[in-house]
């Protein structure tokens, strides 16, 4: 069913989205955290998103003989990557219990600012995924109406 | 005839408005996607195509198939070469809605005339 694929195509959308807001988040929360799960300072992560393939209906459709080249089942989530290109923030704090011998120490690779655009794109694109899906629910209970 | 060729396009209309509607849902999806090529569905092609084709009209609906196609004359609109501009692709998918409940309306409204025809109160 035509308007069900709709539906779960948006649904990917909206987990991706979601999924962007929660790394972001813990990007935020670790902003200042200079002991992160391998001992060194926190790196900032990013989620890498892809093009999913078909749903099992397209490929079914696809095998049957049917073109159906170029469909798509929404977005995947490739994997969640750790930023380490950019480098770590070097702050002089001698008194801090992580500072190396010359005082220094590492810094998380966050910067707020990009977090904060980051939250708002995905924050957008969370809501574009939520029309196109009130959409789809209409078309469908517009069409089941034919049967009254 | 019970069901017409009108009746019969406005049926694969509204099939493939709901197969539009999942190629552009599909882009929305993507809209973070870096390199993502966009998609879209041509069933107005189609259905044209299939009514002013030389085969009998009914036949060519019958065996109608919409599939998406990517997009190539789409430019990039993004630094990460991806072709979604995403303010167009809710337009289109507003106004393919319209289009949808359009075709719906009118195919409501002809099985109303034959209901009436039939005697069944509706």
Redesign the interface.
């Known amino acids: 069913m035509?308007?069900f694929?709709?539906l779960e195509?948006?649904a990917?959308?909206l987990t991706?989205?979601r999924l962007?807001m929660d790394v972001t988040a813990e990007n935020l929360a670790n902003a200042q955290t200079t002991r992160g799960a391998d001992g060194q300072a926190y790196r900032r992560k990013e989620v890498v998103?892809?093009?999913a393939p078909g749903s099992f209906g397209a490929s079914l459709s696809a095998a049957m003989g049917?073109?159906?080249?170029?469909?798509?089942?929404?977005?995947h989530v490739a994997g969640i990557v750790q930023d380490t290109t950019t480098p770590l923030k070097r702050v002089y704090d001698p008194g801090h219990p992580d500072a190396d011998a010359q005082g220094y120490v590492s810094m998380p690779n966050v910067d707020t600012v990009t977090e904060m655009v980051d939250l708002i794109?995905?924050q957008?694109?969370y809501e574009?995924?939520v029309?196109?899906?009130q959409?789809?629910k209409?078309?469908f209970s517009?069409?089941l109406?034919?049967l009254? | 005839m019970l069901f017409d060729t009108t009746q019969l396009a406005l049926e694969r209309a509204?099939?493939g408005?709901?197969?539009r509607?999942?190629?552009?849902?599909?882009n929305?999806?993507?809209?973070?996607?870096?390199g993502?090529q966009r998609?879209d569905v041509d069933f107005h092609g189609a259905l044209q195509a299939a009514m002013g084709g030389d085969e009998d009209s009914n036949t060519a609906l019958e065996g109608l198939?919409f599939?998406?196609?990517?997009d190539a004359s789409a430019g990039a609109t993004r630094a990460d070469g991806s072709t979604v501009d995403?303010d167009s692709?809710?337009a289109k998918?507003?106004a393919n809605?319209l289009e949808?409940?359009a075709a719906?309306q009118v195919?409501?409204a002809r099985?109303g005339i034959l209901k009436a025809a039939m005697g069944v109160s509706?």
């Open positions: 035509s308007l694929g709709g195509i948006s990917s959308g991706a989205e962007r998103l892809q093009e049917g073109s159906g080249n170029g469909s798509s089942g929404g977005v794109s995905a957008r694109a574009a995924n029309t196109a899906m959409s789809a209409q078309m517009r069409t109406d034919l009254r | 509204i099939e408005a709901g197969k509607h999942e190629a552009l849902a599909a929305i999806a993507n809209a973070n996607t870096p993502y998609v198939s599939s998406p196609a990517k995403i692709e809710s998918l507003a809605a949808q409940q719906v195919a409501h099985l509706s």
